[in-house]
């Protein structure tokens, strides 16, 4: 089983700030991973995949990048709606697996 | 638009059964893999099992393996999930979603509750 380890655990920022947040997988998934939001009470919403390209509707200062082990989901300029929890997912292999998730709150 | 919507969720007493539902609309289901995707209370998300668009073939998390079943009806563009031998640790929200193969799990339903619980 590939192992998504995300940090930081929690980021503390602020509207207007620039967010950086880590994937790095147990082994190589090639360019097969994905980031998702989940706000409070709601359900996932994927937000890149193949780890650089945006998701229909996503706004353009999502960007994703990296390959192989390491990822990065940068945000840059954190909106007010922006405060979540994000969460990375490999497709590389069997079984599909998630990171344990970052949550970006309002420093 | 497309969307997926669950239902059938309760609670249930250990060792139970329950069968999870899931209607898509807004695309053609008979073509797209579908998955089930949980998270337990105040947990991360955990990928449960997946099923090819014709039904084919089925993936299953170790940690469902042989205790819950995914099938499908491309008749009525329904998902579903038998979920059988219940425990605790099952207590989730139990998400639908298109996707899991070759494309990531896009959209994603409201989630429908399982408690399991004596």
């Known amino acids: 089983e590939i192992v998504l380890t995300q940090s930081p655990a929690t980021l503390s920022l602020s509207p207007g700030e620039r967010a950086t947040l880590s994937c790095r997988a147990s082994q190589s998934v090639s360019s097969y991973l994905g980031w998702y939001q989940q706000k409070p009470g709601q359900a996932p919403r994927l937000l890149i995949y193949d780890a650089s390209n945006r998701a229909t509707g996503i706004p353009a200062r999502f960007s994703g990048s990296g390959s192989g082990t390491d990822f990065t989901l940068t945000i840059s300029s954190l909106e007010p709606e922006d405060f979540a929890v994000y969460y990375c997912?490999?497709?590389?292999?069997?079984?599909?697996?998630f990171g344990q998730g970052t949550k970006v709150e309002i420093k | 638009e497309v969307q997926v919507l669950e239902s059938g969720g309760g609670l249930v007493q250990p060792g139970g059964s329950l069968r999870l539902s899931c209607a898509a609309s807004g695309f053609t289901f008979s073509n797209y893999a579908m998955s089930w995707v949980r998270q337990a209370p105040g947990k991360g998300l955990e990928w449960v099992s997946l099923i090819s668009n014709s039904g084919g073939n089925a993936h299953y998390a170790d940690s469902v393996k042989g205790r819950f079943t995914i099938s499908r009806d491309n008749s009525k563009n329904t998902l579903f999930l038998q979920m059988n031998n219940l425990r605790a640790e099952d207590t989730a929200v139990y998400y639908c979603?298109?996707?899991?193969?070759?494309?990531?799990?896009?959209?994603w339903g409201q989630g429908t509750v399982v408690t399991v619980s004596s």
């Open positions: 997912q490999q497709r590389s292999n069997w079984p599909r697996t």
């Open positions: 979603a298109k996707g899991g193969y070759n494309i990531y799990f896009d959209p």
